[in-house]
């Protein structure tokens, strides 16, 4: 197969997504750790669940730009069976990755409201 302009395009853009999630995963890990080591003797209640959460959520953002870089490249450039196949299986281990989180940080399944927001219901 051809290899065209556009294609180096397109699989620049999947790359350089990707470079963003790794340095938006890598930053908070290294932002946090820097918080930690600064602010170990403060004491705070919930320190160390801050530190967890905001981990959690830079996880988070760094799956959901892995995701948007492989459906790039694989709708863009390599629509074939395989590897839409692929896609959905990394997709389907990424959503859980990220449920699993939700689950661990906030402490509630990821379809749930959470507790201080209030689910609105509106009848037709």
């Known amino acids: 197969m051809e290899t065209t302009d556009l294609d180096k395009v397109i699989e620049f853009v999947a790359l350089s997504i990707e470079v963003i999630a790794v340095i938006v995963i890598a930053g908070a890990i290294l932002f946090n750790i820097f918080k930690v080591i600064t602010n170990y003797n403060s004491k705070t209640p919930g320190f160390f669940k801050a530190y967890k959460d905001r981990i959690g959520k830079a996880l988070q953002a760094g799956l959901e730009f892995l995701v948007a870089a492989d459906i790039i490249r694989t709708v863009i450039i390599e629509p074939t069976v395989e590897s839409v196949i692929i896609l959905g ?10 449920w699993s989180i939700i689950v661990e940080s906030e402490e509630r399944l990821p379809w749930k409201p959470k507790n201080n927001e209030q689910v609105t219901i509106i009848n037709n």
Do not use: A, P, W
């Open 89 to 98: 299986i990394l997709v389907l281990i990424r959503t859980f990755l990220s």
